[in-house]
């Protein structure tokens, strides 16, 4: 997990699309894909493994990515 400036820093384009809390963003050096919050950027692969063990963080971000769960 990086922050969102470090990911700025490395070339990041961000997109917000429904909320100006979540943030999709490419990382074209790296290949990757992100998604940011205030807490950082994460790899799709890093939220579904945390939101396995963490159920009550995929409704904080659904809530925050449409301000409805």
């Known amino acids: 997990m990086i922050t969102l400036s470090a990911a ?16 999709f963003c490419r990382l074209t050096k790296m290949h990757l894909d992100a998604v940011c919050m205030r807490d950082g950027c994460r790899t799709t692969k890093q939220l579904s493994r945390e939101w396995r063990h963490h159920p009550e963080r995929q409704n904080d971000f659904y809530l925050k990515l449409y301000g409805a769960r």
Do not use: D, I
């Open 8 to 23: 700025v820093k490395a070339g990041a384009v961000c997109l917000s699309l429904l909320s100006p809390e979540v943030q």
